[in-house]
């Protein structure tokens, strides 16, 4: 499956806008704006509650216009912008998440009863994939701690103390290491959860 770039843009800047306040990141997207030449009708109220516009928030398939696809608003509620633009993309609905993920809580989590791999190394790679999309359902952006990934690792028959930083690792292509126990899926690593939730769901030819 192919990258979507745009997504991709869009995940990168809402994780780089994240640690900063509303007036900054207002003054980092007129300053990208005006480099870039376009034009932003930042007038109305369409804003997220870290003060910056949601871009799509009014595209087929967000909470806008979630009933058409047979979405309410209070299933909608605690997922991210972006992650509803990454659920109409990816053609996956409230209903078929909500087999996997525990969804319409504050803390969304993992709720599925087992996960893909025949090997510890494999279920630490899709326990570590599916927490990652956890974090990308409630904020938009795929960022997860060594302490989560352990914690649900244990819990999925996934954790091997000996070799737990070994796994992880292998992955690097899929996970980025931001600082000492935190991590984010790349690009790469999304696209690799969705299929994997794809797969668990039975939408793929791999799954079971």
């Known amino acids: 499956m192919s990258e979507d770039p745009e997504l991709q843009a869009l995940t990168s800047v809402n994780s780089a806008l994240q640690g900063l306040d509303g007036d900054a990141q207002k003054r980092v997207l007129d300053y990208v704006a005006k480099k870039l030449g376009l034009d932003l009708d930042t007038s109305h109220s369409n804003r997220t509650r870290d003060g910056f516009e949601a871009p799509f928030a009014n595209e087929p398939g967000t909470r806008a216009d979630t009933q058409s696809s047979g979405d309410t608003d209070d299933e909608l509620d605690g997922i991210s912008p972006v992650a509803k633009k990454w659920m109409r993309r990816s053609g996956l609905s409230i209903n078929e998440l909500g087999q996997i993920f525990s969804l319409g809580v504050d803390d969304i989590d993992v709720v599925a ?21 956890t ?4 904020s938009g952006v795929a960022r997860i701690t060594s302490e989560q990934i352990k914690e649900a690792c244990l819990h999925y028959d996934a954790y091997d103390g000996g070799n737990h930083s070994k796994y992880i690792k292998s992955i690097a292509a899929e996970l980025n290491a931001n600082k000492v126990g935190e991590f984010t899926l790349t690009a790469r690593g999304i696209t690799s959860a969705t299929e994997l939730v794809k797969q668990m769901l039975g939408l793929t030819e791999n799954g079971k």
């Open 135 to 138: 974090s990308y359902l409630s």
């Open 113 to 133: 009863k087992s996960v893909p791999g025949s090997s510890v190394r494999e279920r630490v790679r899709s326990v570590t994939l599916l927490k990652g999309l």
